[in-house]
């Protein structure tokens, strides 16, 4: 049974072909600012990411004709259920129009449905970043006016405590954890049964990142929005690509940081030990939620590939429970799996 999964980003798709779960060719088209710049839009680039996608299979020999489902990256959608969903009009109508958000990850559903519809086969998302499981008293944010909303790294978190609760010789329903996605926004979350509890808005709470200011001092931040400095769209591109770590270095790897920090530069070193703490306390946390009770701490993202970030994480936490490290994002490979899951019967698919 093959499957093309896409995932599609600001400046780059990422396209896997699998064969049941045997991942059989992968590639990340690059695409250069200039080609972006001039389709601002995201219905604009339907085409040339669809094409270049079509390419991509054709350099590689893959025919579309010959695949059994087409799976796409969740966007900015509405609330939802974790889970696979077939990719109906309904859904394709809030990916296109943006009512709840607007990302490149929005053209996942998008392409999937051209290339599926071509050819007569199903497409489906898995896991959105709108996934919403949270407990009623996580929802409370203190201030009647406003409500605490999910927005959670929701399909690299599901996907590595599924593989965590397997190396555990359990399902992911029986299994509770606490899960740190690192990377360019981190989502700490709190997972009961296999739900997302409870978790930090990976945009605007929690810890600072190396592009997001995380939660912030509310009166200072009031204060500041209107000093007249930002605009309300400047500031919010400042809190959520500009903040954080960039805020402070004018630089978004933590690569760079790091190397910066064992140079001998002490601000590079104070920012990378204010991030841990952060961190830190974050999972100390959402351990309180689940009071305790769980079968470990789950690191995973881009950022837990740093052996120095980990470890300063681990001192921090390692008391609470035991502490699984498994670094990077498996998207495309959780896109597939989903996907098999249901083609073979395992789930059912879900209706958006």
Do not use: W
């Not at 007569?120 to 009647?144: K, T």
């Amino acid at each position: 049974m093959r499957i093309l999964a896409i995932n599609p980003g600001s400046t780059s798709t990422k396209l896997a072909v699998y064969e049941d779960e045997k991942l059989l060719f992968e590639e990340t088209i690059r695409h250069a600012d200039a080609e972006i710049i001039k389709l601002p839009d995201l219905a604009d680039q339907l085409p040339y990411r669809l094409e270049s996608i079509l390419g991509a299979l054709r350099m590689n020999d893959f025919k579309p004709s010959e695949l059994d489902a087409v799976v796409g990256r969740g966007g900015m959608l509405k609330p939802m259920d974790s889970g696979t969903y077939i990719v109906d009009e309904h859904l394709l109508d809030d990916a296109r129009s943006g009512k709840h958000g607007n990302h490149a990850s929005n053209l996942g559903s998008i392409i999937a449905a051209e290339i599926a519809g071509t050819h007569q086969i199903p497409a489906f998302i898995v896991d959105p970043v709108c996934v919403d499981e949270l407990i009623v008293e996580a929802r409370i944010s203190g201030l009647a006016d406003i409500e605490r909303k999910s927005h959670v790294h929701a399909l690299n978190i599901k996907a590595v405590s599924r593989k965590m609760a397997a190396e555990l010789g359990k399902d992911l329903d029986d299994t509770s954890f606490v899960v740190a996605h690192l990377g360019s926004g981190i989502s700490v979350a709190a997972l009961r049964k296999g739900r997302i509890i409870d978790v930090n808005n990976a945009e605007n709470e929690g810890p600072f990142s190396p592009e997001r200011a995380g939660g912030l001092p509310a009166k200072q931040l009031v204060q500041l929005c209107f000093s007249g400095k930002y605009t309300e769209k400047e500031l919010l591109q400042r809190m959520t690509r500009q903040g954080g770590m960039y805020s402070y270095l004018e630089t978004k790897s933590v690569i760079e940081v790091e190397q910066q920090a064992q140079d001998g530069d002490k601000e590079a070193a104070i920012i990378l030990k204010a991030m841990v703490h952060q961190i830190g306390k974050e999972i100390g946390a959402m351990a309180t939620v689940l009071e305790g009770k769980m079968d470990g701490f789950i690191l995973t993202g881009g950022i837990a590939h740093s052996d120095m970030i980990v470890r300063l994480i681990q001192e921090k936490i390692s008391f609470l429970g035991k502490v699984f490290v498994r670094p990077g994002e498996e998207e495309l490979e959780a896109l597939a799996a989903g996907a098999f899951r249901v083609m073979i019967g395992q789930e059912d698919a879900k209706i958006y």
